[in-house]
Each structure stands twice: as structure tokens, then as C-alpha cells.
């Protein structure tokens, strides 16, 4: 896309973006029948199916960089949106249900299983840290010891969150008093088999767009002269994140506040699994070549999930601008962040 004209790149990143953000609707509105018909629960069912499904753009960049042995793109593309992702969660606060006496995202939403998330993406992003420490040379079978850590934390992450939804020994199954109640599942008329055609497609159509949305976001930048590492923490992390926001909103209007934290909570902790797949492909150590952007940017990502886990332990009220104050504090945070990033980057 490169010799693509600025004018065209943007007609082309426009529809991109607005089918990524119709199939994240259809994704979540999917999502929500497949939960009730398999009994994940949301917090599973965001966790695994949502997270999975709206991360597919990245899992093709990634298989693709690898493939081409060019692994500083797919160690930037994942690590570079994580924390962005995580600001999502202050779009769906401020916009996602609006009015009087309406309660901030965490408060609604609060339960142990979403802390219990939150801290399984700091404890793999911990894992992504020190990783990138470890010198090349390390690969046996095609395998390096920091990317099998962060495949095993997942997965244990996955096992005790699936325990948490159905044996947690705290009152109300760790469920805080007041939280938003569950939503009714049997009212859903969709079929099972049109929910899994609906989800099918959506994930296909998420795909493609999210593939052609960052080609023709990074010739666009290429073109305007924005660093690479700038455009794609801010402008390009955002629009990569439309399906998250668009299937998080959806989420909350059908009063499901838990899936819409649980689908950025689990992509989050999904992302950096896919350095798994992306050393298996090219035989080398992936998360050496990370750079000092990349490891800044991871670190504040966690820093964000930390915030929010906090503010689902102690479910503030107070709202600010619209929304909870620890969405405003992450959006204080992510800003101060983004300028730091600018003086690496200088």
C-alpha cells in the first residue's frame, strides 16, 4: 500500500475501521448466545472466545512478520496496543451508560474473577519484562523459556479463572454486593447455530479489515512522516482497538459491564502468548528484539491493569468527567505515558 496515494489510504483506513466496528457488534451480541448455550459465563467467555476473536488482526501480523523474519514488527505490533487497550476501558466508563445516579464501570461490573484477570495480564506482562532480558541462543526445539512462561501463565490464568466463575469460597461467588446483576441469558433468540455463523463471519470480516486497517495505517504514517513507534501507540493502537470498543459498548447495553472489562482484560493477557506462535514460526528468540519503546510501553500497561484492579476491589462511586476515578486516573497516567514515549523516541 505503499504507493497508494495519502487521500486513498485514508478512504481505505475509514472503511476499515467501520467494518471492524460493525463486526464487533455482531461479535459480542454472538458471543453473548454462545456463553449462555455452552455456560461459560462472561468473564470465561470474554476471556477466551471475545478476546480471541477481536485479536485476529494481530494474530495474522504476527504469523506474517514471522514468517518473513521480521520480528521487530510483531514484537511492536503486540506490545505497542496493550496499554491503549487497556484506556479502552475508560471510553467504555464515560460512553458506555450515560445518565443520573448511573455508577462508574468498576463499581457496576466488580467481582474477584475480573481481579483475578487483571492480575493474571500483570503477572504475563511481568513475564514479557523479563524475557526481554534474556540473551539470544536460548532456543531449544524451537522454543525459548520466557515465551513458554508466558503460554503457562495463560493457561493457568484460564484454569483458575474457570474455577473462580464456579467454586470461588467467598460470599456470593466473590460477585460484589450491588455489582450489576447477571443478564438473562434465556431471553437470547438467536439460535445456536446462527450465533455460530454470526461469530464466524464477524471474526472473518474483524480479520481482513483489522489486517488492512494497520497496512493502510502504517504506509498513511510512512507518508506523513509520524514515527512508527508514536503512530502505533497512539493512532494505530486506537483504531485496532475499534473492535474492543465496539463490542465492549455493545456488551454494556445488554447489561453484560462484566464481559466489556473481561474481553480488554483477556486480550490483554492473549497478546503476548502469540510471541509463543511467532518463535515457533521463525526459530529465534522474539522477545530480545524488543526495544526500549516497546519494554516502556508493556511496563505501563501494567501499571494501567493495576489501577483498574484496584478500582474493582474498592469500587469507587465518584464520578469525574463522566466517568469512574480510576478511568480518570488511567487516562492521567496513559497521557503522562504517551510523553514519555515521545522523549524516548526523541
Not at 467467555?45 to 494474530?59: F, Q, R
Not at 501463565?153 to 484454569?159: P, S
Not at 486497517?213 to 493502537?237: C, K, N, P, W, Y
Request: no cysteine; glycine share 10%.
Amino acid at each position: 500500500m505503499d504507493s497508494l496515494p495519502l487521500p486513498l489510504l485514508v478512504i481505505i483506513f475509514v472503511a476499515a475501521a467501520a467494518v471492524v466496528w460493525v463486526a464487533g457488534i455482531q461479535l459480542s451480541k454472538a458471543t453473548d448466545v454462545i456463553d449462555a448455550r455452552l455456560h461459560l459465563g462472561s468473564a470465561l467467555g470474554g476471556l477466551i472466545v471475545l478476546a480471541v476473536a477481536t485479536n485476529l488482526p494481530e494474530i495474522a501480523i504476527t504469523v506474517s512478520a514471522a514468517v518473513s523474519g521480521n520480528l521487530d514488527v510483531a514484537v511492536g505490533n503486540i506490545l505497542g496496543g496493550i496499554a491503549l487497550q487497556t484506556v479502552v476501558l475508560v471510553i467504555l466508563d464515560a460512553f458506555g451508560k450515560r445518565g443520573h445516579g448511573v455508577k462508574p464501570l468498576t463499581y457496576r461490573a466488580a467481582s474477584l474473577t475480573l481481579v483475578l484477570e487483571g492480575l493474571v495480564v500483570v503477572a504475563v506482562l511481568a513475564a514479557v519484562i523479563a524475557g526481554s532480558q534474556l540473551p539470544d541462543g536460548l532456543e531449544v526445539l524451537r522454543l525459548t523459556p520466557d515465551v513458554v512462561l508466558i503460554a503457562a501463565l495463560w493457561i493457568v490464568g484460564l484454569l483458575l479463572v474457570q474455577r473462580a466463575g464456579s467454586n470461588l469460597p467467598w460470599h456470593e461467588d466473590g460477585r460484589a454486593p450491588d455489582a450489576s446483576p447477571k443478564p438473562q441469558k434465556s431471553e437470547k433468540k438467536m439460535s445456536t447455530k446462527k450465533a455460530f455463523v454470526v461469530f464466524s463471519i464477524s471474526a472473518l470480516a474483524t480479520l481482513v479489515a483489522g489486517v488492512v486497517l494497520e497496512r493502510s495505517g502504517d504506509a498513511a504514517s510512512s507518508q506523513i512522516g509520524l514515527s512508527g513507534v508514536l503512530f502505533g501507540a497512539t493512532v494505530l493502537a486506537l483504531a485496532t482497538s475499534l473492535p474492543e470498543i465496539s463490542t465492549g459498548l455493545q456488551a454494556i447495553r445488554q447489561g453484560d459491564d462484566n464481559l466489556a472489562i473481561s474481553d480488554i482484560f483477556g486480550g490483554n493477557a492473549f497478546l503476548p502468548v502469540l510471541f509463543l506462535l511467532a518463535t515457533v514460526i521463525s526459530g529465534s528468540a522474539v522477545l530480545p528484539r524488543a526495544n526500549a519503546a516497546d519494554i516502556y510501553l508493556t511496563a505501563l500497561a501494567a501499571l494501567l491493569t493495576l489501577v483498574y484492579v484496584v478500582g474493582l476491589i474498592f469500587r469507587p462511586q465518584r464520578r469525574v468527567i463522566g466517568m469512574g476515578i480510576d478511568s480518570f486516573v488511567v487516562l492521567v497516567l496513559y497521557a503522562v505515558g504517551i510523553g514519555g514515549l515521545f522523549a524516548i523516541s526523541g
